[in-house]
T-cell receptor, first 111, second 115 residues
Framework: QKEVEQNSGPLSVPEGAIASLNCTYS??????FFWYRQYSGKSPELIMF????GDKEDGRFTAQLNKASQYVSLLIRDSQPSDSATYLC???????????FGTGTRLTIIP | NAGVMQNPRHLVRRRGQEARLRCSPM?????VYWYRQLPEEGLKFMVY????????ESGMPKERFSAEFPKEGPSILRIQQVVRGDSAAYFC?????????????FGDGTRLSIL
């Protein structure tokens, strides 16, 4: 069973600080990794995706991938109250087009 | 609106009725995926389709659920003889191709409520 694990939170971070969200996955046969943001009652919105080891930066967001340790993380710099949402980690495995999601981490930015 | 379009946004059915959920992929996308999200749970894959073909239905319940993506028109997820446990948000996603590094973009979902 391929699994994706996230700490469900809630994770509370002061406004302006760095929020760090982590995700581990069980299968080394993984290809690409996605972070989605989901506001309550809304649809998942793609934030970033990464498929090579290392860091990938986009504005205030940085995705970090370490395939040897089987984890992927998302850093949010200069956190804003509008970043308060549930963040979903998703993994796509080789030879398989479906996404396997974690249960999400609920992030709250405290003004 | 060039995004993934789902309708209806909300659907209420009584037990035993049929539910039909529709999804039009983003322009230029030919791959459609359906996911279900139960209250307070993560998204679970149901089925992956291309035009006129079901590629992977490993997440579909064996009974009452079916999906199609005809040559013309939207993809349809059909639930027959609905039960209370079918109450969930059903999301459709699309991608331009099936290669692994293409992200999937989600529609706004259909919230299905079973009375």
């Amino acid at each position: 069973q391929k699994e994706v694990e996230q700490n469900s939170g809630p994770l509370s971070v002061p406004e302006g600080a760095i929020a760090s969200l982590n995700c581990t996955y069980s299968d080394r046969g993984s290809q690409s990794f996605f972070w989605y943001r989901q506001y309550s009652g809304k649809s998942p919105e793609l934030i970033m995706f990464i498929y090579s080891n290392g860091d990938k930066e986009d504005g205030r967001f940085t995705a970090q991938l370490n395939k040897a340790s089987q984890y992927v993380s998302l850093l949010i710099r200069d956190s804003q109250p509008s970043d308060s949402a549930t963040y979903l980690c998703a993994v796509r495995y080789f030879g398989n087009e479906k996404l396997t999601f974690g249960t999400g981490t609920r992030l709250t930015i405290i003004p | 609106n060039a995004g993934v379009m789902q309708n209806p946004r909300h659907l209420v059915r009584r037990r035993g009725q049929e539910a039909r959920l529709r999804c039009s992929p983003m322009k230029g996308h030919s791959h459609v995926y359906w996911y279900r999200q139960l209250p307070e749970e993560g998204l679970k894959f149901m089925v992956y389709l291309q035009k006129e073909n079901i590629i992977d239905e490993s997440g579909m319940p064996k009974e009452r659920f079916s999906a199609e993506f005809p040559k013309e028109g939207p993809s349809i997820l059909r639930i027959q003889q609905v039960v209370r446990g079918d109450s969930a948000a059903y999301f459709c996603a699309s991608s331009p191709s099936g290669t692994g590094n293409q992200p999937q973009h989600f529609g706004d979902g259909t919230r299905l409520s079973i009375l």
